[in-house]
């Protein structure tokens, strides 16, 4: 089914048709009561909930597949982008078969008029160039035709076409330069080649597939050339391009190899052939004369002759009926061939057209038209010379057999195909503004910007259908972004999802220009904002990484000024898969969901303030290459590198050696505060070493002195309490007074080898002692080395200590003993 003509059920009627809404079959039947079995029409449903109202529409959204991208295109918030999960990327696309691409060059076709078939005029005088054209591109060069508007290249190359559907494995693939880009027509040649619903490659996908296409690619109304058509070249070199241009497009480089072909005008017998044909008759000698005229004056234009046709059509008959082009008199009913089987007093004498009439005839053409027809000319001078397709007709014009409209201005060659569609002749736009159709160009291009943005919105349009107007649409656009902004608005922000649901990329990004063009005019601050987020997603499936940056920057600065938590978040979510691919993380330190982080943030342990204790130092792993495990601030969601295996086991192993001693070193520290708070409790306070008083050197040169104790207080120096006047973790006070720097050794051997082993270390009892007098023997002889030992001992001790040192009493070094005797100092037994 053509994607314009839709049945009454995709207009919502469900077989009700006609005014009164009558229901109806197809042998002519209504849902009367006429005794048929036929049921009439179902009773509507009860009160309903919305009393009435017709429920809210659904948003249309479309989900397709980009490069390595899932698009979602949501006409509400914006469109979310993320990385393709691995089950929803598309295989390899296969191509389509022979029968597929004859049914896709089909819709490809304008739109046939309704009503009798157009006679099909012949290809006159172009077979030596049709004979040529078929010559190269047989032996798989590519041709460049070069001719004026109106000079037939379209139907030349139409006969090209049929005369090569064998020659490729691809076959004939027709397409159209019209407002089309090189990468845009590489596109193209994809989707007419491949079967890929949903899919849009990227750059290198692209490329490495229209690379493999073998086809006779026929290329109507090319607007560039130089490097641009290099490049297409370049990416297709299996194909053979037939490519029509005029004569004001860039010429190719020198290095394309293109065939030059020029196509001029008809001679004088072709063109007075080619005008009996248009008129359906033979020529009389004032006709004859009067095609001599305009041949010369035209230079032999094909499109002249055309126009000519249908003004000697319509002479003869005014010559049958002077009445016949009053206004509502054009569909009477009137014999074309009457002025030649009238009498002489039946005949009307009517003038042949004046030369300048006939090199411009459109003004008169267009005044012998019907109304509706004429209408339909106004709309299309205020669309830049785009005919709407005729299926919208109806709506805009307000007449329901304005559709028929089209068929009048193809027959009289006011409208010539372009792609798929319908645009205004060549010259015919400024002959139509000089009499006057540019008056009200205004109105009527709102009125269709209005209808088409009710249109592209509506759930029951496709998108297809919706790109197969993007030219009259983005028309529209045009002539409104600068008189009426907020209906540019409003069209653009209907229009472009469709445009980019329905992959055609390169009307949405013009679509979103103009939109958001036209809400800066109109001061609309979210819809500007909606634009930009748009444009920064389509930048970044472009892998313009940049673009993509500074438009969803704007945008999400925008939507933060009007609170737009929603839109703000899938901003974040686009800027940070714009971060990933440039390797770089968000600016201002913010997380995709848009909320504030710190600038680092480290998972090691920390390590505490002195250090690391020596004796609590667990065994080192083998050194390894430095590896910091951080948590990244952008969240990665795209695909990259794995770690390596090695750096997250290094990490892991970092992380639990720094663990287990920040827990020992949180052991220890509450073991010194809970001695410590006891001590404080139970030691009378002029026996505290204050840390607070500075030592001095006496001047009698003695050396540094330390703080005295008190006479009444207890030396604690000599022998600790028996398990509770003193600990073996604290300094002891030695027989001078001066603090003893070396713990207690009765965790550990001395340094001197004994006969006897220590015995265990005490702990500290759960209630503290009143300190005595005069300290407590200890249980065991201890070992008084006045001096320490000149050498080590050859041997350890003969028997170990028969317990570890408990958590709260930290070691006691060689060194540390040392300079406690040499200080005077007793150590503990």
């Known amino acids: 089914m053509d994607p314009m003509n839709r049945g009454p059920e995709e207009y919502g009627h469900d077989g009700i048709d006609g005014i009164d809404g009558s229901i109806h079959d197809d042998s002519g039947h209504d849902g009367a009561d006429d005794g048929s079995t036929r049921p009439g029409r179902p009773p509507r449903d009860p009160l309903t909930p919305d009393f009435g109202q017709p429920a809210p529409a659904l948003a249309r959204t479309v989900q397709l597949v980009s490069g390595d991208f899932l698009l979602t295109v949501n006409p509400v918030d914006g469109s979310e982008i993320e990385p393709c999960p691995p089950g929803e990327r598309p295989e390899r696309p296969a191509k389509h078969t022979s029968d597929e691409r004859a049914e896709l060059r089909r819709a490809a076709m304008p739109p046939v008029p309704p009503g009798p078939a157009l006679p099909r005029l012949p290809l006159l005088e172009r077979q030596e160039e049709r004979e040529r054209l078929v010559r190269l591109l047989a032996r798989g060069r590519s041709v460049r035709l070069t001719g004026p508007a109106g000079s037939g290249r379209t139907a030349l190359l139409n006969a090209v076409a049929d005369d090569c559907a064998d020659l490729a494995p691809d076959g004939v693939v027709r397409l159209s330069g019209y407002r089309r880009t090189p990468t845009e027509l590489l596109h ?76 001029g005008g008809l001679g004088r017998g072709g063109g007075l052939e080619l005008l009996e044909r248009a008129v359906g008759r033979v020529l009389d000698d004032e006709e004859a004369n009067w095609a001599g005229d305009l041949w010369f004056e035209s230079e032999g234009l094909p499109l002249r002759f055309v126009q000519a046709g249908a003004l000697l059509r319509q002479r003869d008959q005014l010559r049958a009926d002077p009445h016949a082009f009053e ?11 009457a002025p030649f089987d009238a009498g002489p007093d039946d005949a009307y004498e009517i003038p042949l057209p004046s030369l300048a009439d ?10 012998r038209l ?6 339909t000319l106004r709309f299309a001078v205020a669309l830049g010379g785009e005919l709407p397709h005729q299926a919208h007709l109806p709506a805009l014009v307000g007449d329901t057999h304005a559709d028929a409209a089209l068929a009048e201005l193809v027959s009289c060659a006011l409208v010539t195909p372009v792609g798929a569609h319908y645009r205004l002749a060549a010259g015919v736009r400024t002959q139509l503004e000089a009499v006057g159709y540019a008056d009200e160009a205004a109105e009527h291009a709102l009125a269709a910007a209005q209808h088409y943005a009710w249109w ?46 329905g992959l055609d990329w390169g009307a949405w990004e013009r679509a979103l220009r103009s939109g958001q063009e036209a809400a800066r005019n109109a001061g609309e601050v979210a819809e500007e904002a909606y634009f930009h ?35 703000m978040i899938s901003g974040r979510r686009a800027l940070a898969l714009v971060a990933d691919r440039s390797g770089s993380g968000l600016a201002g330190g913010s997380t995709a969901a848009g909320e504030e982080v710190p600038d680092a943030r480290y998972e090691e342990s920390a390590s505490p303030p002195g250090g690391i204790p020596a004796a609590f130092a667990l065994p080192q792993p083998p050194p390894e290459p430095d590896t910091l495990v951080t948590s990244k601030v952008t969240p990665t969601v795209g695909p990259g590198p794995a770690p390596s295996r090695r750096s997250i086991i290094s990490g892991t192993r970092r992380n639990l050696v720094a663990a287990g001693a920040g827990a020992l070193l949180a052991a220890v520290l509450g073991t010194v505060v809970t001695l410590g708070a006891t001590s404080d409790n139970n030691d009378p306070p002029g026996d505290k070493v204050k840390t607070e008083q500075s030592a001095k050197e006496d001047g009698d040169g003695d050396g540094l002195t330390a703080d005295k104790p008190q006479k009444d207080s207890t030396s604690r120096g000599e022998e600790p309490v028996d398990g509770s006047g003193g600990t073996s973790g604290e300094p002891t006070p030695s027989d001078s007074g001066e603090p003893s720097a070396t713990p207690s050794d009765s965790d550990k051997p001395s340094a001197t080898p004994s006969d006897k082993p220590t015995d265990k270390p005490t702990k500290p009892t759960d209630k503290p002692t009143k300190p005595t007098d005069k300290p407590t023997k200890p249980t065991d002889k201890p070992t008084p080395p006045t001096t320490p030992p000149t050498t080590p001992p050859t041997t350890p001790p003969t028997t170990p200590p028969t317990t570890p040192p408990t958590d709260g009493d930290p070691p006691t070094s060689p060194d540390m003993s040392k300079s406690a005797s040499e200080s005077g100092g007793t150590p503990s037994a």
């Open 456 to 501: 592209a919105g509506h759930p029951s349009v496709t998108p297809e259908r919706v790109v197969a107007e993007a030219d009259a649409v983005q028309a529209a656009l045009g002539a409104l972004v600068a008189t009426e902004s907020g209906a540019a608005v409003l069209l653009a922000r209907t229009a472009a999802p469709a445009f980019a649901g």
């Open 327 to 337: 206004e509502y008199g054009y569909f009477a009913e009137t014999p074309v061939d």
């Open 533 to 567: 987020h748009e444009l920064g997603v389509l930048a970044l499936c472009g892998g313009q990484l940049d673009r993509a940056r500074a438009e969803l920057e704007a945008s999400i600065g925008l939507r933060g000024a009007l609170a737009d938590k929603r839109g």
């Open 370 to 375: 019907s109304p509706a027809a004429r209408a």
């Open 358 to 367: 006939g090199a411009a005839p459109a003004a008169l053409l267009a005044s």
């Open 188 to 263: 193209d040649l994809f989707a007419a080649v491949h079967d890929a619903p949903l899919h849009r490659p990227d750059r290198a996908l692209l490329l490495d597939l229209v690379h493999d296409i073998g086809a006779v690619v026929v290329l109507d109304d090319l607007e560039f050339g130089g490097a641009g058509l290099d490049e297409l070249l370049d990416a297709t070199p299996e194909c053979a391009f037939l490519i029509a241009t005029t004569p004001d497009v860039a010429a190719p480089s020198a290095d394309s190899h293109l065939e030059e072909v020029f196509l």
